[in-house]
């Protein structure tokens, strides 16, 4: 079973910018790309919160165009911070999980080979996310529903703190109502996070909890105290995770942007490292020598990878 996994796409209405600088309907339509061009195409994909950037009507209802003109498969969204709970059931209310009443957008996709339990930890209003009693109450129930079924739990905001202090002050509250929880459901396979814009590796009691880069922009790694956050424009990228009940969940990163290859390995061996001849050695012309066939030579300069050919 393979699930991708996009998170944080801050959608706007075409030809308006997020942060007046990120053209996320842009990079949102080329993620969604690239996750159709995948082979094997996935059999679901999530989306782990801050689904649109103001939480406007519009940005819900290119979601929903964008979603329709690239991808038949099925995806489950949950809400991050800046998202709204009204808008996205006027605008996605189509979406599994998303066409109740009820407080909260959380539900469960019983699949029979991995439950996916989708968690709302919007506080609207605020940046930070929290599970109230009810949300916990929700989780606990689901849970301990099928204790032999192997669980992916998918959240926006990670119940840990990275060491990144800006995005720490604004991660879930109450973790260790959430810890006690999934300390007492060993069938948690994995938390799937987003709203940190990096991609990072923690763990809460026995389950490892993968937070997702974002497919807009980045966060800048800053471990110093103090320092207020930054974006950066890293290469966009999302998850795509393999279940199989022999192994487990593997997560492999799949870049958006297109990058040069795949080359085939080259069947010569590599040339033989030319070094100066010693003083007093006689001279002897190279018995190497570049290979006479058009290969790329690839280096990195710039900040970016360089292709010339030899
Ligand atoms: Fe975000």
Excluded at 75 to 82: A, E, L, Q, S, T
Excluded at 166 to 184: K, P, T, V, Y
Excluded at 239 to 249: D, M, V
Aim: charged share 20%; proline share 9%; with cysteine.
């Amino acid at each position: 079973m393979l699930i991708a996994q996009l998170t944080d796409l801050h959608l706007r209405p075409a030809g308006l910018a997020a942060y007046r600088m990120v053209d996320t309907s842009a990079l949102a339509e080329q993620a969604l790309r690239a996750v159709a061009a995948l082979d094997p195409v996935p059999d679901a994909m999530v989306i782990s919160g801050d689904l649109a950037d103001t939480a406007a009507d519009e940005e819900y209802a290119l979601l929903s165009v964008l979603l329709r003109r690239h991808l038949r498969l099925p995806v489950y969204v949950i809400p991050g911070n800046h998202d709204r709970r009204a808008a996205m059931r006027t605008g996605l209310g189509h979406l599994p999980g998303l066409g109740g009443s009820g407080r909260f957008l959380h539900y469960v996709v019983e699949d029979p080979r991995l439950r996916l339990i989708m968690l709302d930890t919007l506080v609207e209003g605020a940046a930070h996310g929290e599970l109230c009693d009810e949300r916990l109450e929700f989780l606990d129930r689901s849970l301990a529903e099928f204790p032999d079924r192997p669980a992916l739990l998918v959240m926006h905001h990670p119940p840990f703190a990275c060491g990144i202090g800006h995005m720490d002050a604004i991660g879930l509250r109450n973790q260790e109502a959430f810890a006690a929880i999934i300390r007492r459901h060993p069938q948690v396979e994995r938390v799937v996070c987003g709203h940190n814009h990096r991609p990072v590796i923690g763990r809460v009691a026995q389950a490892t909890v993968s937070i997702a880069p974002s497919v807009a922009h980045q966060m800048e790694l800053m471990l110093r105290p103090g320092v207020a956050g930054a974006m950066v424009m890293e290469p966009p990228a999302f998850p795509l995770h393999r279940w199989t009940s022999a192994k487990g969940l593997v997560t492999h990163t799949v870049y958006v942007e297109s990058y040069p290859g795949p080359f085939p390995f080259q069947t010569q061996p590599s040339p033989p490292v030319q070094t100066a001849p010693r003083r007093g050695e006689e001279q002897s012309k190279p018995q190497g020598g570049r290979p006479k066939a058009s290969v790329p030579h690839i280096s990195a300069g710039g900040g970016c990878l360089r292709i010339r050919q030899r």
